[in-house]
């Protein structure tokens, strides 16, 4: 409302009262109250108003709202203009946007990379590349590289066939192929999953050099910006030879020249086309397509492969149908036998004889392949035939020379089923075959093979150790108690010359295992490996001079620098020559008349011992000429008892069939300061004094209950006539 509103053209002068003051109040168009409620002060309006003469009864008319007015403006314009500058604006603000967070995803993917002005191609892996007493490769521990082929020598399908079925424009792009990732991205789609992909040979050889296989984001981020360096720093067939040199071809091939050598036995230089398709199908599962595990797989991917290169024509029809119908495919079989577990004990030993393994190199050892061969055969066929008679699972055979050079070992049936080796790791109770080293030092401390003792029960403190057939024969020589393995007379005599002192005798001769001083380490209770206890028994065949079991003779460099090289033994002599020869002519009696009767070796003299541990848990044959010294032991991983499985009988034949083989074409020599077992026992016994009987329960030293024990297997061969076993031998030769 207005009020005392000024005119123009002259001063008023003020009125008071309320008459005065309400004489002149009229209501005027401004102070109406519009729809809209525009405050906004309306100076045409106000102009009208003072236009009109008080008596005038028309007035102005009123204003449209706000809102009509708004949309009579909205009607004016042109309709759709507005939302498509719209469109483009918010366009341009989001690509901005989306430009500026992907500089940054890539600033912050190539932070997390090694700085590229440091980036090298990374060395090759070192491989440990053993071989026999041959020279040829009998294991590969590590990876299997082959040797860089260059490009130009190899034929001309072999890289073709990679690009043909891998990057088919790989010599237009520029280390990523957008056609190829949409390609791919399409091809998922339809498939509804992972059916193809994208990564060029560029992107494939960046992952191999610097990256890992995880499937993250990030890593395929990181091998595009890898992959755009590889292609700025290197030439297209420089990137192509590094790719065929170091991508992975499965069983432990890295290259095309270890693939080509491991499927084919020949170079990459010489594959066909057949051939070179198979080896490019293999990139894309490795493990799944190997021949030698897939080979129908690995044919239908080169088959794939072929189809390629004729679609892309790098070979034609013709070539890629006599290669499909016509498989040159000659998979040379990739050994997973035994001799794996000499290359694991290998790989445990070479730490101590050079250390930390950082490049490539050769391990020569002193297996020698073809006995190899026989030791597995004679194991495995064993088992095969009488395992579930004697339910016997396991077995193991270690075969060395007599300076300890390990020939063969098989650590046992089936190295890609257990790779717990039986012939180093495992320790068993050796039963009787520990009676030598007790014999040994009774012939040390005085006693000869013509000693007598008695054969009767015995009592020590309530152990009462029994003979296998619970059969006692009185008195007999130590040559027939160690032949016949009479438990009664090997406690005594530990007893006689003191346990300490026969555990002494086994430790000077390479037992390393602990082995408990007490009255039952007679019949072998302690734990020992059968390396050890071959190796122990090798003084027997090499006149007494002590040995280190050892598989390693020398280790190289792939370019023929020598970092170790084994110097002979330096134990010096451990038996005395003369007690060697008593040994050896006692040992004799054991394959002749023995519990190791059935052993054969037609021509050489040999020696050795058998052994059944407790409750037939254990069987073992340690044998020897003056070749080879070998043990058998079978029995099962979980200590359970067999079906009375002895050493005389699966460990002896097992023994034999090895040793008849390894001795072929071997001129034979005997057995050091051996004599003919038999008869000079005979003649000492005739011409000396029976000794005086031992009482079965007589006093003995004070020794710690053992458990009890049961005896090894033995059998004493009795003449009709009632004589001794030297009685029975003479009676054979003289027939009396």
Do not use: C
């Amino acid at each position: 409302m207005a009020w005392g509103r000024k005119k123009k053209g002259g001063r008023k002068e003020p009125v008071f009262g309320l008459a005065a003051a309400l004489s002149d109040l009229r209501l005027s168009p401004e102070d109406r109250i519009p729809g809209g409620g525009d405050d906004r002060p309306k100076k045409s309006a106000r102009r009208k108003a003072d236009d009109f003469d008080d008596d005038d009864d028309e007035l102005p008319p009123e204003p449209k709202p706000r809102a009509a007015r708004s949309a009579a403006k909205r009607k004016s314009k042109p309709r759709g203009s507005l939302p498509i500058g719209r469109m483009f604006y918010w366009g341009a603000v989001l690509g901005l946007w989306g430009a500026i967070a992907a500089v940054g995803l890539i600033v912050w993917v190539g932070a997390h990379l090694p700085a590229i002005q440091s980036l090298e191609i990374p060395k090759r892996p070192p491989t440990i590349q053993i071989t026999g007493s041959d020279g040829s490769v009998i294991a590969i521990r590590g990876e299997m590289p082959g040797a860089n082929v260059a490009l130009k020598d190899l034929p001309p399908y072999l890289p073709k066939a990679f690009i043909a079925i891998e990057d088919r424009r790989f010599y237009s792009h520029f280390g990523i192929d957008p056609w190829g990732i949409l390609r791919a991205a399409i091809a998922n789609v339809l498939h509804r999953g992972v059916s193809q992909g994208g990564s060029t040979l560029t992107q494939q050889l960046a992952k191999n050099l610097f990256l890992t296989q995880e499937r993250t984001f990030q890593r395929k981020l990181q091998e595009v910006e890898l992959a755009l360096w590889l292609e700025r720093k290197h030439s297209k067939n420089e990137i192509l030879e590094l790719y065929l040199n170091r991508v992975y071809f499965g069983s432990g091939a890295y290259g095309v020249e270890a693939a080509a050598q491991r499927y084919f036995g020949k170079s990459a230089k010489h594959v066909t086309i057949a051939e070179a398709a198979m080896l490019a199908g293999l990139v894309k599962s490795p493990s799944r397509l190997a021949p030698n595990r897939n080979p129908e797989g690995a044919e239908a991917r080169a088959k794939t492969v072929l189809a390629a290169m004729a679609e892309a024509k790098f070979i034609t029809e013709a070539q890629a149908q006599a290669s499909i119908g016509h498989p040159s495919y000659n998979v040379k079989p990739v050994g997973a036998g035994t001799v794996n577990y000499v290359a694991d004990w290998i790989g445990e030993v070479l730490d101590d004889l050079v250390g930390q393994i950082d490049q490539s190199v050769v391990v020569e050892t002193s297996i020698d392949p073809k006995l190899q061969a026989v030791a597995e055969a004679a194991v495995i066929d064993e088992l095969a035939a009488k395992s579930v008679k004697f339910n016997v699972s396991q077995g193991a055979l270690v075969a060395m020379s007599p300076d300890g050079a390990v020939r063969a070992m098989v650590g046992g049936r089936n190295y890609s089923e257990s790779q717990y080796n039986r012939a180093v790791t495992a320790k068993r109770q050796p039963g009787s075959a520990f009676k030598p080293f007790v014999y040994l030092t009774a012939i040390e401390s005085g006693l000869t093979p013509e000693t007598v003792r008695q054969d009767a029960p015995l009592d020590i403190k309530g152990w009462k150790p029994e003979n296998y057939t619970h059969q006692y024969f009185g008195p007999v020589t130590l040559t027939q108690a160690l032949a016949m393995s009479l438990n009664t007379v090997a406690v005594r005599l530990g007893l006689e010359v003191g346990p300490k002192n026969v555990v002494r005798t086994a430790h000077r001769l390479g037992i390393s295992s602990k082995l408990d001083a007490n009255a039952s380490i007679a019949l072998g209770t302690s734990e020992v490996s059968v390396v050890e206890l071959v190796g122990a028994y090798a003084p027997f065949a090499n006149g007494g001079l002590g040995v280190s079991p050892h598989v390693v003779t020398k280790i190289r460099t792939l370019e023929g620098k020598v970092l170790y090289a084994r110097q002979a033994d330096q134990l010096g002599q451990v038996i005395d020559p003369q007690y060697v020869g008593m040994m050896n002519t006692m040992m004799q009696e054991t394959l002749l008349s023995g519990t190791a009767h059935k052993a054969e070796l037609p021509g050489w003299q040999a020696a050795g011992k058998t052994g059944t541990s407790q409750d037939f848990r254990d069987a073992w044959f340690i044998g020897y000429t003056s070749n080879l010294v070998t043990g058998v032991w079978l029995g099962n991983d979980d200590s359970s008892p067999t079906k009375k499985a002895t050493g005389g009988g699966l460990p002896v034949e097992v023994w034999t069939r090895f040793m008849k083989a390894a001795h072929q074409g071997v001129t034979p020599a005997p057995l050091p300061a051996s004599t003919p077992p038999g008869l000079l026992t005979t003649i000492a016994q005739a011409v000396a004094p029976a000794p005086a009987p031992i009482a079965p329960n007589s006093p003995q030293p004070a020794i710690g209950r053992p458990a009890p024990m049961r005896a090894s297997a033995s059998t004493r061969p009795v003449a009709s006539s009632g004589l001794g076993l030297d009685g029975w031998l003479v009676d054979r030769l003289f027939g009396r």
